[in-house]
């Protein structure tokens, strides 16, 4: 056994997911996932490409609510005081 796997146990102690738990988090990340979704379940996507395209979503996810934030902000900026009072109040709730 290697030093950095006996380790991990050390500092773990008793709580470890098992292979099984690994692989049915990999295939629920599988089904929100757009571009893998439509995947057949005959279909094999590799963990490490799920892994990836998970990483891909939610840099896309971050780009797409910084876009929408500025756009708001535009909005905002461009509508009259009580207009966008109301926008901030519904907002907030």
């Known amino acids: 056994m290697s030093g950095r796997r006996s380790r991990s146990r050390q500092s773990s102690g008793t709580s470890r997911i098992t292979e099984d738990q690994i692989n049915d988090l990999i295939i ?3 089904q929100l996932l757009p571009e893998l979704r439509e995947s057949r379940r005959s279909d094999k996507v590799s963990a490490a490409r ?11 996810l971050h780009r797409e609510v910084d876009d929408l934030s500025e756009r708001l902000s535009e909005l905002l900026a461009n509508t009259d005081t009580a207009q966008a009072a109301l926008i901030r109040s519904l907002l907030t709730q």
């Open 28 to 30: 629920k990340l599988q």
């Open 50 to 60: 799920v892994l990836q395209e998970t990483c891909n979503y939610i840099r896309n």
